[in-house]
């Protein structure tokens, strides 16, 4: 029954592009069907697909679908010892070899998003957060990876006492979101924003250093970590414990194992486990929840809260209910 509550809100008629006059979320779902079960369906879909890839003959080693089993191991593990290990071979090439170009997110904003009209404004963050909305005292929130400012804007209006910092590897996006929070009517004041890529050493200071602002009280990473490669992810996390005050929040909702969009992706997109590129050149990684945390807490974070958010969707011209899956966490930077 919660899912079906869910579908209704879900296709209510609400553009909410960036930089829209709109109202604050009403609902945030986050529990329309249990991830296990979800995990054994994908699971049994995914084995049937690698059964099908596999004969009559085998696909060369790079090729072999790395779909997990019910233990967490991919099919490649169940391979002859030669094979994994020319497999692991050409699959550490690949992702050296495919990975995201730099370029292919400022190519991404200056083509798909010219308009800011492929992101709506995440207005449902103010419930998943609740800290987001604190205005007393005065808060200062930073995103690494802000894109358009989906994520930054609904915080903005909700939250007309604090302030924030934008950065983003795309300098048209920075300046979409400029642009954004002057037609909001947001103070400049409150908005600082600038290109950086958070994944390299010069990035892994305070943040705030060239901007005069103070250390952060919060730090997003929206649907920004799984948007770089794996080994680039520690650096990252890095780059967001630096601009943390002690005591202040890290707050992370990223792509999931078993998403919808996850069990699209053609196998020949594979180039690693849980990691995929897109047809633009992106990357994406699919988390688990005991991989992200134990990302954050390598990178210094305690642990506050790590789940899936699982969240039924009704495409209504097609009538195909869709199961999303996101992982969100909340970690802490010791007092």
């Not at 879900?10 to 979320?25: D, H, I, K, L, N």
């Not at 903005?156 to 924030?164: F, H, W």
């Not at 996006?173 to 290109?195: D, E, L, P, W």
Request: with cysteine.
């Amino acid at each position: 029954m919660k899912g079906a509550q869910h579908s209704r809100h879900s296709t209510a008629a609400c553009r909410a592009y960036v930089g829209e006059a709109t109202p604050a979320a009403a609902e945030y779902h986050c529990n329309d069907f249990d991830w296990e079960q979800l995990k054994q369906e994908a699971e049994a879909m995914l084995a049937e697909r690698s059964a099908l890839q596999q004969e009559p003959t085998s696909a060369p080693p790079g090729q072999q679908s790395l779909a997990p089993d019910s233990g967490g191991q991919t099919t490649a593990a169940r391979l002859p010892l030669h094979q994994q290990q020319q497999q692991q071979q050409h699959q550490q090439q690949a992702a050296r070899s495919w990975q995201c170009e730099k370029g292919c997110w400022e190519a991404f904003h200056a083509r798909d998003n010219a308009t800011a009209r492929f992101y709506k404004e995440r207005r449902y963050l103010l419930l998943e957060f609740p800290c987001l909305t604190i205005s007393q005292p005065p808060q200062h929130f930073l995103e690494i990876g802000c894109g358009c400012g989906s994520s930054l804007l609904p915080v903005l209006k909700a939250n007309p006492s604090c302030s924030v910092t934008g950065t983003d590897l795309s300098p048209t996006a920075v300046h979409m979101f400029k642009q954004a929070a002057t037609t909001a009517g947001i103070a400049a004041n409150r908005v600082t924003s600038y290109a950086a890529d958070s994944t390299q050493p010069t990035a892994q200071r305070h943040p705030a250093a060239d901007t005069g602002q103070r250390e952060a009280d919060a730090v997003l990473l929206i649907f920004t970590l799984a948007a770089v490669a794996p080994h680039e992810m520690a650096a990252m996390l890095h780059t967001a414990f630096q601009a943390l005050r002690p005591g202040g929040l890290l707050l992370i909702r990223d792509h999931g194992l078993y998403d919808m969009t996850h069990l699209r992706l053609p196998p020949k997109q594979q180039l690693a486990d849980k990691l995929y590129r897109r047809l633009d050149g992106t990357t994406c990684y699919f988390f688990t929840i005991e991989d992200l945390q134990a990302r954050a807490e390598a990178a210094g974070f305690m642990t506050q809260e790590c789940k899936y958010a699982c969240t039924s969707l009704l495409n209504r011209k097609k009538q195909v209910h869709m199961k999303r899956v996101f992982v969100h966490g909340v970690f802490k930077k010791a007092d």
